[in-house]
């Protein structure tokens, strides 16, 4: 079946663009991950979403990042007043519950800001 | 910020070697997950090791987990060029979110 997948898979934007990042998950899956990857690190968690409710935004950096998943379903994940330090990739990960369980990852969105 | 911290950085073996790849990590954990990674690629799921579970095989994989000491190990056994990857352990922490938390990966080089 169809894995978890991501558009655009790259995406430059001039410093202060706002850019929106979709996420859509494999069907069925309850929960929805967004994740951060620096070049050389591991991903880093941003946020978390249980069917169209957001149950962890700890990871988010700061107040320019926003994420929604208002079906349940498919999800963005809006910068706005983009910065250089938000180049990296973005990745997405569903699971099936979410308790506990394996994540399913998508290709990721490269995102280079200049 | 990362809790664990994958041993070596980086690993280079010829085809048919063993890889072996450890990973600590610093508090309590529901379960750790081992991802690869191939360059500029998405992560794919290897295996899902409970806190209750010592050991766990898949094909060429194992992957051990001892929690008083909070580490895990990952062997790949008989290694092929196509393993070349970064390789990621990723812990659930007991308790809290959903999320995992990362380290910063073990790149293997395996050369034919």
């Known amino acids: 079946g169809a894995g978890v997948s991501q558009s655009p898979r790259y995406k430059v934007a001039k410093r202060g663009q706002d850019v929106a990042l979709r996420c859509d998950p494999i069907?069925?899956?309850?929960?929805l991950f967004w994740y951060q990857q620096a070049l050389g690190q591991g991903p880093e968690f941003l946020t978390y979403?249980?069917?169209?409710?957001?149950?962890?935004k700890s990871g988010l950096p700061s107040d320019r990042f926003f994420a929604e998943r208002p079906e349940g379903s498919v999800s963005t994940l809006k910068i706005q007043r983009t910065q250089q330090e938000d180049s990296a990739v973005y990745l997405c990960?569903?699971?099936?519950?979410?308790?506990?369980?394996?994540?399913?990852f998508g290709p990721g969105t490269r995102l280079l800001v200049l | 910020s990362q809790q664990g911290e994958e041993d070596p950085q980086a690993l280079s073996i010829q085809e048919g070697e063993n890889a072996t790849m450890n990973c600590s990590y610093k508090?309590?954990?529901?379960?750790l997950q081992w991802y690869r990674q191939n360059s500029g690629r998405g992560l794919v799921h290897l295996i899902l090791?409970?806190?209750?579970?010592r050991e766990k095989h898949s094909g060429r994989l194992r992957v051990t987990l001892d929690t008083s000491k909070k580490s895990s190990s990952l062997l790949i056994t008989a290694s092929r060029a196509a393993d070349t990857a970064s390789y990621f352990c990723?812990?659930?922490?007991?308790?809290?979110?959903?999320?995992?938390?990362f380290g910063k990966g073990t790149k293997l080089t395996v050369n034919p």
């Open positions: 069907s069925g899956h309850v929960s």
């Open positions: 990960a569903s699971s099936l519950t979410g308790r506990g369980e394996t994540q399913y």
């Open positions: 508090t309590s954990i529901n379960n």
């Open positions: 979403f249980q069917n169209e409710a957001q149950l962890d």
């Open positions: 090791i409970r806190s209750n579970e």
């Open positions: 990723a812990t659930m922490t007991k308790g809290g979110s959903e999320k995992l938390v």
